[in-house]
């Protein structure tokens, strides 16, 4: 790092780690000096009080994050590819330079202004990946408004809801979406979410396929209106704590929570550890296959890349189709030099077997990363030794919504440095792990296990919740004052590297998609019939986790069990999006429960797990009967098994 000259006696990896934790200031302060440009210099690296939840990083600084992230490489490079848009049609590829990426994001800003977006507004983007979802981020970014991108194959309720609680006058989407052969009705979704959304006043509509769909007063076509826009639009200079955008995650409690990221720590952040987690270098074809939904794509296919004037791939396909080859194959077509994806997808490559693999040239790569879930020692062996070819680094990267970017990674580290399959091995500069026992009392020898928090700040991490800043610091600094909690348990090895265990709170992880059971009780509680539910996440060998959910009937209310599974499974798909249906729907007379009434999902946990000979405590559970029928039950819906995404 050019940066490390200045900082007195940092020699090495070690030393400069050490810095960055021991002089957050100076290191921070340098470093957002050096690889950010400013409208104008901030007086103050930094100001934050965890108790408060107040996290405030280069007060005083105005830039424009697009500036950042288009502008100066146009200045620079304008014919070099910013984006390789990775079309499900495999071979159809589209290569959109720097050039060309700020003229869709000047028009497209000065379409926003034109429909009366202003500084301060939230937009919300409902697409699949496409340059002008991305485009659309940007000229957020370049006019001052905030952006709330939703995942596309969230249902028109899960949309409808983040659209209400973000205030959204403006919503961007596509005519319909293509993904895995099949096209997807996008527009409709949003024509029924916009029904219970008064704050809407506008949707622009662009054209992903040429089939044509109803459009109403309300209804604004995109490409037809940006190009009747100017290919200059002036960015708006922001203050770096202003919002960048909101994203919404699920939490162990209530509805989604929209996290609030903002502009300078979080940009600098994710170049920083875009360039150094994955070596990236001038040149490089970086390719994370995530969604643009999902923090990953946020963090690592648009804002990280692009503010290092990198060449980003944006994948709209699945890992299947055409075959199982589909990523090597494109490995192969683009050069692609990182891949970034996730655990569930390498395991069920895993399963098609080498062949899928060796057909592809794959010597462009460098670097592989994983991210989402804990990945198994396995799918970590196959990832490094049939795609990597036993010669590239595999970093398995850990982070969440909350911390913006790349939080515990193997790289950056010492050269040769090794790399322990399944471990998320070291903090990034600047952060500093803790593992915390249950009285709250620091570990702080090796081999240890624990709640994993950071003990202080970093630009790159969540500022707030939308509108709701008292669950911010309820949720993240509380439980551990002095601490910010991420809510994953960890374990750190005897030599001092970080394994992550999984989430301690009511978390579900399906496929690297984060389920509240909470969330996913409150729907199924809402099906004609059903007195009370609990949801449980078992072990799937693809998805990480599965979802278990046990149902309490109304009284005298008789339903077939297939018929009530399917009825829950549509009311699910329609409520949150079709990665949250249950596998297993098991009909209960009663639930365990503590004598206070709490349901004992621990019990519950065990007996999806198998693990029936560990039950633990029992001794609050009020009705000792309720789990023998749980056991009982559970057997018999293994043993019939009609579910339709049940383990293969
Ligand atoms: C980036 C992202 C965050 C939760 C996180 C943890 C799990 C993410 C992981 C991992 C083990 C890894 N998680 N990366 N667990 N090893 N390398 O996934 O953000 O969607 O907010 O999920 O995912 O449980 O707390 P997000």
Redesign the pocket.
Known sequence: MPEAVAFQGVSDHSGLYKFSVNESDRFWGAVARQRLSWISPFHTVQNCDFSQGKIKWFEGGKLNVSVNCLDRHVQTCPERVALIWERDEPGTEVKITYRQLLELTCRLGNLLKRQGVRRGDCVTIYMPPCPLAMASMLACARIGAAHNVVFAGFSSEALADRIRDAQSSTVITVNQGVRGGKVVDLKRTVDQAVQNCPTVQQVLVAMRTENTVPMTDRDVPLEEEMMKEDVVCEPVAMDSEDVLFLLY?SGSTGKPKGLVHTQAGYLLYTSLTHRYVFNYHDGDVFGCVADIG???GHSYIVYGPLCNGGTTVLFESTPVYPNPGRYWEMVERLGINQFYGAPTAIRLLLKYGDEWVQNYNRSSLKTLG?????INTEAWEWYHRVVGDGRCPVV??????ETGGICIAPRPADPEAEIVPGM?MHPFYGIKPALLDTEGEVLSSNDSTGALCISQAWPGMARTIHNHHQRFTETYFHPYPGFFF???GAHRSKEGYYQ?I??LDDVI?VS?H?LGTAELEDVVNQCPGVAESAAIGYSHDIKGEGVYVFVVLKKAVMVEEDVLAQQLREMVSRSIAKYACPDFIQVVRCLPKTRSGKIMRRVLRKVVERNTDELGDLSTLDDPDSVHEVIRGHRRLLNKDTSPTASP
């Open positions: 995650t999902w923090i990953t994983s991210v989402g879930e804990p398995d990267t850990w982070w969440q919504t998320a991420t809510g994953d992550i999984g989430r992880n690297g984060r």
